[in-house]
T-cell receptor, first 116, second 112 residues
Framework: DTGVSQNPRHKITKRGQNVTFRCDPI?????LYWYRQTLGQGPEFLTY????????KSRLLSDRFSAERPKGSFSTLEIQRTEQGDSAMYLCASSFPPSAVHNEQFFGPGTRLTVL | QQPVQSPQAVILREGEDAVINCSSSKALYSVHWYRQKHGEAPVFLMILLKGGEQKGHDKISASFNEKKQQSSLYLTASQLSYSGTYFCGTEGSGGGADGLTFGKGTHLIIQP
C-alpha cells in the first residue's frame, strides 16, 4: 500500500498522560501536514513540514503539542499532559512540492484519541 | 477564516443532481474538494485554482469564481456511492503549500 499510514489507529488514555502518534507519508512526498477533526467539523490545520523543517504552526497548537519530522520522512505528533478537550481524530496528510499549479493533499486514516 | 458551505445537508434520490457551495470572505488561491465517509479519511476529489476554471471527471465537476471567492461542486445523476460529507478546503491568496482551511461540511445522503 502506498498511501499515507498512521499509527496507532485508536488511542485511549487518561487525562494527564502523554501520547505520541506516528505518520508515514506517501513515499517521496516532501510536505506533511497534521490536522485535527472533531465530530461534525471539518479538519483543522495544526502544522506542516517541508522535509524536516516545520514551516507553519497554527495557533491551535498549544505548548503541550509538539511535532517532529527528523529525517524528512515519517513524522510524530506528541501531546503532553492530555486534556479531555484533546479528544479528536488526528489526521495526517502529505503532498508533492507545489508546482505552479497543484498542492493536492492526501490524507491518512487518522488516529482517534479518547482522553478519559 | 473558515469558508461557509451550503447547504448543510441534502437528501436525494439516486439519479438526482446536487450542488454544494463554498464561499469565502478572503481572497483565495485555490479550493480543494474532499469527500469523507463516516469513520474514514477525507478523499481528495479535485483542486481548483484562481482563474475561474472548471474541472470535472465522471459525473462530478466543480467551478471556482475568483471574483466572488466562491466554488461550487456539481454532482450529476448521483449514485449511492456519492453519500458522505463533502468538505471544501481553501488556501489563501499567498498560495503555495499552506495548510487548508476547511468548511464545516455538507452531508449528502443518496437514497435508492
Amino acid at each position: 500500500d502506498t498511501g499515507v499510514s498512521q499509527n496507532p489507529r485508536h488511542k485511549i488514555t487518561k487525562r494527564g498522560q502523554n501520547v505520541t502518534f506516528r505518520c508515514d507519508p506517501i513515499s517521496e512526498h516532501n510536505r506533511l501536514y497534521w490536522y485535527r477533526q472533531t465530530l461534525g467539523q471539518g479538519p483543522e490545520f495544526l502544522t506542516y513540514f517541508q522535509n524536516e523543517a516545520q514551516l507553519e504552526k497554527s495557533r491551535l497548537l498549544s505548548d503541550r503539542f509538539s511535532a517532529e519530522r527528523p529525517k524528512g520522512s515519517f513524522s510524530t505528533l506528541e501531546i503532553q499532559r492530555t486534556e479531555q478537550g484533546d479528544s479528536a481524530m488526528y489526521l495526517c496528510a502529505s503532498s508533492f512540492p507545489p508546482s505552479a499549479v497543484h498542492n493536492e493533499q492526501f490524507f491518512g486514516p487518522g488516529t482517534r484519541l479518547t482522553v478519559l | 477564516q473558515q469558508p461557509v458551505q451550503s447547504p448543510q445537508a441534502v437528501i436525494l434520490r439516486e439519479g438526482e443532481d446536487a450542488v454544494i457551495n463554498c464561499s469565502s470572505s478572503k481572497a483565495l488561491y485555490s479550493v480543494h474538494w474532499y469527500r469523507q465517509k463516516h469513520g474514514e479519511a477525507p478523499v481528495f476529489l479535485m483542486i481548483l485554482l484562481k482563474g475561474g476554471e472548471q474541472k470535472g471527471h465522471d459525473k462530478i465537476s466543480a467551478s471556482f469564481n475568483e471574483k466572488k471567492q466562491q466554488s461550487s461542486l456539481y454532482l450529476t445523476a448521483s449514485q449511492l456511492s456519492y453519500s458522505g460529507t463533502y468538505f471544501c478546503g481553501t488556501e489563501g491568496s499567498g498560495g503555495g503549500a499552506d495548510g487548508l482551511t476547511f468548511g464545516k461540511g455538507t452531508h449528502l445522503i443518496i437514497q435508492p
